[in-house]
């Protein structure tokens, strides 16, 4: 298993593409949902979050999650190929460009991705090479985003902290406010200058996580930098 240095060295070498897609809130939304779909405890979500982290980290491949399903998760029989089959579905299928092929494992253990497939298309086309449409954007889109994202940052931060799934979750989650404050520097809706200075917060509100073990106070101060990250940018744009 990765340690949190290791795998946050292994976040930073990931390609844009893959950083958008694990961040997404589409991809954590699925993970909160699988996990009540298959009534999963405590200790099972920790191991969900454990093979994804190894996935995205190359440590194994698709091929391997079954067995992982049953050894870590603790499952059998057709619950475990039913989860293994939701797994690969939801969160793996969208980034199987990176890691190895999906589809065929999904027939193999009797599933149809067909249901997967569209989900995946209509939320990352980019990752099945296909441009994305073009859209309006409105004047407070990037930021009202990386606000968003934000608040699902800030939201029982202290707690998350406690254990290296959480710590993996935030790592993860600020790598994508980085990319989405790049998105809106990009299109002028942040400074230059402003940008870099909070990506230089951001990576060092990471780099503490990674690095150190934080007490109650140092974890607060770090919640109130990323509270000011976000409140400048809304304010910047106004």
């Keep these: 298993m990765l340690t949190p240095e290791g795998y946050y060295q292994k976040l930073r070498q990931l390609p844009p593409l893959m950083l958008k897609i694990c961040g ?25 979050t454990e093979m994804q982290i190894s996935l995205i980290g190359q440590e194994y491949g698709p091929a391997d999650v079954a067995s992982h399903v049953t050894s870590d998760l603790k499952l059998s029989g057709q619950a475990a190929k039913d989860f293994t089959i939701d797994f690969l579905g939801s969160l793996v299928l969208p980034i199987q460009w990176f890691v190895g092929n999906v589809e065929q494992i999904i027939h193999q253990l009797g599933g149809d991705p067909a249901p997967y ?13 296909l441009p994305p449409k073009p859209q309006p954007i409105d004047e407070g889109d990037e930021i009202g985003q990386v606000a968003e994202d934000s608040d699902s940052l800030l939201n029982d931060f202290e707690d998350r902290l406690t254990s290296f799934a959480g710590k993996a979750e935030v790592l993860l989650r600020l790598t994508g406010l980085s990319a989405k404050l790049e998105a809106a ?11 870099e200075q909070h990506l230089m917060t951001l ?11 934080l007490n109650p106070f140092e974890i607060a101060a770090l919640k109130r930098k990323l509270k000011r990250v976000v409140e400048s940018v809304t304010d910047a744009i106004g």
């Design 203 to 213: 990576d060092s509100i990471s780099s503490a996580i990674n690095t150190h073990d």
């Design 24 to 48: 997404s809130n589409e991809i954590i939304d699925a993970a909160i949902s699988l996990e009540s779909r298959h009534h999963l405890t405590p200790e099972q979500s920790r191991a969900m």
């Design 117 to 129: 497939i569209d989900r995946a298309k209509k939320e990352f086309p980019e990752a099945f090479g």
């Design 185 to 195: 520097r990009d299109t002028g809706k942040v400074k230059a200058l402003d940008c």
